[in-house]
């Protein structure tokens, strides 16, 4: 039975944390693993992204509806997780539409433009964390899995527990961490293929 899982990570070309991902996503799809699940971060990849005024609020609001629709939320944390900044340009927050300006996704040439957004609202009382903040990505997909309480798997991008590794907006959570690599018999480096099959409740 597939899990509907969704998959946080840095994905940076050259210091990012793909080949976890990857791996996650091999085992999913071949025939030897029984892990199977769709993950949510993919599925709907490329929807508002692909819209050329794409702004980091139409992309935390479509990241808030994934998740919602996954059982379980896996954050991939590697050494340059705590550092990253994307999607916290948002000025818009406390401020009015007029003083506001973000850069639209991936086009950071073209600078930036006037918020796009016309009224806000309290988040107060909203089940989801608010799409107006400025948060980065990683931390906005963190506050939304705690918020909507999803089952929560903090995975290193290491073959050990890197507790310095983890970003300030995950404190409390340290007991939700493992490393994703172990050494096999050989003493390759492997993902944890039983854990990952046991913190999912995958038979």
């Known amino acids: 039975m ?12 050259n210091d990012g ?6 791996v996650l996503h091999k085992w999913s799809d071949d025939n030897v693993h029984k892990v199977s699940f769709v993950d949510m971060s993919q ?9 050329s005024d794409c702004r980091p609020c139409d992309l935390k609001k479509e990241f808030n509806a994934q998740i919602n629709a996954s059982s379980a939320v896996i954050f991939i944390v590697g050494d340059m997780t705590a550092y990253r900044t994307a999607g916290s340009s948002c000025s818009r927050a406390g401020c009015q539409q007029y003083e506001s300006t973000c850069t639209p ?5 073209n600078g930036t433009k006037t918020c796009k957004v016309y009224s806000t609202t309290d988040s107060y009382n909203n089940p989801d964390v608010g799409n107006i903040n400025n948060y980065s990505y990683l931390r906005h997909e963190f506050e939304q899995a705690k918020k909507r309480n999803k089952k929560i798997i903090i995975l290193f991008n290491s073959l050990r527990n890197e507790m310095d590794w983890l970003p300030s907006y995950m404190k409390g959570y340290e007991q939700n961490v493992h490393p ?3 050494k096999n018999y050989w003493g390759e480096k492997v993902g944890d293929y039983d854990y990952i099959k046991e913190v999912l409740g995958v038979d």
């Open 17 to 22: 944390d793909r080949e976890v991902v990857n």
């Open 43 to 51: 599925v709907a990849s490329g929807s508002v992204s692909q819209d």
């Open 180 to 182: 994703f690599w172990k």
């Open 105 to 109: 996704y991936k086009q950071n040439t």
């Open 2 to 13: 597939s899990k509907q899982v969704y998959i946080s990570a840095d994905y940076a070309e």
